[in-house]
């Protein structure tokens, strides 16, 4: 480098210099705030995947409360609808919970009728049977079981239904024959889902509907909330097929309609 360069060269560094300390020592500009909406969104977001993740089966008695809360789709006259409860009738309910539809369905079997409920945690139905007497309802029978193997003689109810509890049992396909067993002739099954965790969609129930030998007489509500109504097919379906049919549901996805 020549004599007369070194000088220009060292100006030009120090207006780099210069340059970058100001660049450095310059204030950040604020970051703005998220909108109130977006972080009510995320909180909602954060509480329902929480609830998504812990919600267990079968229904943890602690969170009954929740049981109580009327569904969408799934309301009394609907139920009423499918279900059609007759005096004098004898009804089975798996899963009956804290006893929401119980309470409803017993007093229209009148006092010559009978409500069994059944369900694997003694504590529900303590408090099915808490309530029963309260109201003053004395045409309901508590019974602790697993529903995958139903303690009652073939043919013995009028119908039964489930309403939220099909899909927290291990192996709902068991359930199905189980309830086709112990249906009298013409006796009818009314199964209600409503989309969480444990959601059976009803296109996977109607095929393990048929593999159990029932057919559907009646639907109402969406997929992510419905009632349906099956009756014993006249015409049984071989053992081997269903089994097959009932096996093949549970390898395939559970979420398709």
């Known amino acids: ?6 000088p220009h060269a060292t100006h030009q560094i120090n207006q780099q210099e210069n340059t970058m300390h100001r660049i450095t020592t ?14 009510a969104a995320g909180v909602g977001a954060a509480l329902a995947a929480a609830w998504w993740l812990s919600d267990k089966a079968p229904y943890p008695y602690a ?14 006259d609907r139920m009423d609808a499918v279900l059609q409860p ?24 009148g006092p010559a009728g009978r409500l069994d409920v059944l369900d694997i945690q003694q504590e529900m139905l303590d408090q099915v049977m ?9 045409t309901i029978r508590p019974t602790r079981s697993d529903a ?20 927290e049992i291990p192996e709902p ?5 189980e309830a086709a067993r112990v249906l009298a002739p013409g006796g009818r099954l009314v199964i209600g889902e409503f989309f969480d965790r444990h959601w059976i969609p009803f296109g996977r129930l109607h095929r393990l509907a048929d593999a159990a030998g029932l057919h559907l007489t009646e639907r109402r509500g969406p997929s992510p909330a419905y009632l349906a109504r ?28």
């Open 1 to 6: 480098m020549t004599p007369t360069a070194q």
């Open 26 to 39: 310059a204030s950040a500009a604020p970051i703005p705030a998220p909108p109130r909406w977006a972080v």
């Open 63 to 76: 969170q009954r409360g929740l049981l109580d809360v009327p569904l969408p789709f799934l309301t009394a």
């Open 86 to 109: 007759r005096p004098g009738e004898r009804i089975l309910e798996i899963g009956p919970g804290t006893g929401l539809q119980s309470l409803h369905v017993a007093p229209q079997l």
């Open 130 to 138: 808490r309530r029963a007497e309260r109201d003053g309802l004395a």
């Open 148 to 167: 995958r193997e139903l303690p009652y003689a073939d043919e013995t109810f009028d119908a039964v239904y489930a309403v939220t509890a099909l899909g």
């Open 173 to 177: 396909d068991r359930v199905l024959r």
């Open 230 to 257: 099956f009756q014993p097919c006249t015409v049984g379906v071989p053992v081997h097929q269903s089994e097959r049919l009932a096996h093949g549901d549970r390898d395939t996805n559970g979420g398709e309609a």
